[in-house]
């Protein structure tokens, strides 16, 4: 990874890892909100201790909600809720591990992986930022959902046999103490089944400032396995797996790339963030992509622990 300077003076000037506190950090690039097409640029720290990277003078708690929007929901949502099998290896991930208790599911959304546990012998519990979303897993798995900030949750110290949480620790302004909640709220034994970006990934390393998992400035910090494992180990967990499962950004992140190029040739098309159907001869280029290059490429960088996202299963030891 190489150092490049974006001019924002106040942020070069907190150097210190606010994971491992080094003060071996470098910037490590810039790049705009790409989701929505803004120009707004921001820059990215990282540490050669740790490797975790972070986001220079992020947006306020407050301000937070103009970065993200209907659009962007929407996308969640349609996300969790694509097919049957969204979440059947996640479900069986939870299963052989543990096969029944009290579970929760920090950022739950409309509860589509709640749902997966609805009947059995899980009592099941949610943290929802969004009410209307809450409200659909209320709804939809009778699941107790707390709305509102994760650290504001009341739930009680060891009241949990596993907490879960997908794609939402990169989104936190803080981290650890969320971790450090999660750990209290765990029984003895209990477990944490945690999903995030790889900022680490070979997808990370070519796409650079493209690559969709960065998503500034939604997400704040950018993990690798070892940034994840060290934050984990700091707050007393003891690691049973970490991995880099096989699955892709790139077609997001090659999206942004032709959207940068169409404008540097002076057109322009609506940004990801606004919904549009593909055409017949893309979705024929897609489906090709995905069954010849795409798979072995992202059953490869997962052979190598470079895949783009990890996910990552932690104990609270008794």
Not at 104 to 124: N, P, R, V, Y
Not at 205 to 215: A, K, M, T
Not at 306 to 313: C, K, M, N, R
Request: proline share 7%.
């Amino acid at each position: 990874m190489t150092p490049t300077s974006n001019g924002r003076a106040s942020a070069g000037s907190a150097t210190n890892c606010p994971l491992c506190g080094s003060l071996r950090t470098f910037r490590w690039l810039e790049g705009p909100d790409r989701f929505h097409g803004r120009s707004c640029v921001y820059g990215l720290q990282a540490c050669s201790a740790c490797s975790i990277v972070w986001l220079l003078d992020p947006p306020s708690p407050e301000a937070m909600s103009d970065h993200y929007g209907p659009a962007y929901h929407r996308m969640i949502t349609r996300a969790g809720e694509g097919s049957a099998q969204r979440w059947a290896a996640h479900h069986d991930v939870v299963e052989r591990l543990k096969t029944d208790g009290a579970i929760l599911d920090i950022g739950c959304s409309s509860g589509s992986f709640l749902e997966t546990f609805q009947g059995g012998a899980w009592k099941l519990s949610g943290v929802e930022i969004s009410a209307p979303e809450a409200e659909r897993a209320r709804a939809r798995t009778q699941a107790d959902v707390f709305v509102g900030d994760i650290l504001d949750a009341p739930f009680q110290p060891g009241s949990f046999d596993v907490v879960t949480s997908f794609d939402v620790l990169e989104h936190l302004h803080r981290p650890r103490e969320v971790m450090a909640k999660v750990f209290d709220w765990l029984k003895p034994n209990g477990l944490v089944y945690l999903g995030i970006p790889n900022v680490l990934s070979w997808e990370a390393r070519i796409f650079r400032s493209y690559w969709y998992g960065l998503e500034l400035p939604r997400h704040l910090y950018h993990f690798s396995p070892q940034s994840l494992k060290h934050l984990m180990a700091s707050i007393g967990f003891s690691e049973e797996w970490v991995k880099t499962p096989p699955l892709t950004y790139s077609e997001y992140s090659a999206r942004y790339v032709c959207d940068s190029a169409l404008q540097g040739l002076g057109f322009s098309r609506a940004p990801l963030a606004v919904p549009t159907s593909p055409g017949v001869p893309w979705r024929v280029v897609r489906k090709a992509w995905r069954l010849t290059g795409l798979y072995a490429w992202s059953h490869a960088a997962a052979y190598a622990g470079a895949g783009p996202a990890i996910e990552a299963v932690f104990r609270k030891l008794p």
